[in-house]
T-cell receptor, first 110, second 115 residues
Framework: GDSVTQMEGPVTLSEEAFLTINCTYT??????LFWYVQYPGEGLQLLLKATKADDKGSNKGFEATYRKETTSFHLEKGSVQVSDSAVYFCALSTPGKLIFGAGTRLAVHP | NAGVTQTPKFRILKIGQSMTLQCTQD?????MYWYRQDPGMGLKLIYYSVGAGITDKGEVPNGYNVSRSTTEDFPLRLELAAPSQTSVYFCASSYQGGEYVDTQYFGPGTRLTVL
């Protein structure tokens, strides 16, 4: 069945470092792909999304490109800030619901 | 436009008690969902609804019940609470016009402890 696999965390970085969080998926059909972010004590918020192959989603300095050939949707940011510390979830759409990855915790230190 | 609202924010239950978690959305979304998130874990889908009067089981439905009498409301009922139901519960909604689900919008969550 459809599934999402994310790199395990936690990911610990210094401020201004480059971030990559890997996400790969297995799906039939043509799903949309999403990255959600969860700040401490809050619900999930949409960070970015891509609806078809080769689309790039971007928001707040984060980017991810929908790669059909490698079934990947890796999240990147060129220079992280302490305020980016959160849990990041990759997800794909299916008929009726989203399938979420397990989440990757990011901790950014000054 | 408040989005997705949930009440209560926090609740402590004794084993065997029952309660209803409330969820309301004002975006006229047809799809609504209930998830639970255990500490340090991802989301698990409990139930979802594709429209008023229609609900379906998710990954972990045992011990819960739902109803959807209106587009806006999707309450989650816990009967005979157990310690294993200690978790944070999130409600979400989305609009689906085609085959695949689009962006889900989440409420702030209800933190439930069963002692």
């Amino acid at each position: 069945g459809d599934s999402v696999t994310q790199m395990e965390g936690p990911v610990t970085l210094s401020e201004e470092a480059f971030l990559t969080i890997n996400c790969t998926y297995t799906a039939t059909g043509y799903p949309s792909l999403f990255w959600y972010v969860q700040y401490p004590g809050e619900g999930l918020q949409l960070l970015l999304k891509a609806t078809k192959a080769d689309d790039k989603g971007s928001n707040k300095g984060f980017e991810a490109t929908y790669r059909k050939e490698t079934t990947s949707f890796h999240l990147e940011k060129g220079s992280v800030q302490v305020s980016d510390s959160a849990v990041y979830f990759c997800a794909l759409s299916t008929p009726g619901k989203l399938i979420f990855g397990a989440g990757t915790r990011l901790a950014v230190h000054p | 436009n408040a989005g997705v609202t949930q009440t209560p924010k926090f609740r402590i239950l004794k084993i065997g008690q029952s309660m209803t978690l409330q969820c309301t959305q004002d975006m006229n979304h047809n799809y609504m969902y209930w998830y639970r998130q255990d500490p340090g874990m991802g989301l698990k889908l409990i139930y979802y609804s594709v429209g008023a009067g229609i609900t379906d089981k998710g990954e972990v439905p045992n011990g819960y019940n739902v109803s959807r009498s209106t587009t806006e409301d999707f309450p989650l009922r816990l009967e005979l609470a157990a310690p294993s139901q200690t978790s944070v519960y999130f409600c979400a909604s989305s609009y689906q016009g085609g085959e695949y689900v689009d962006t889900q919008y989440f409420g702030p969550g209800t933190r439930l402890t069963v002692l």
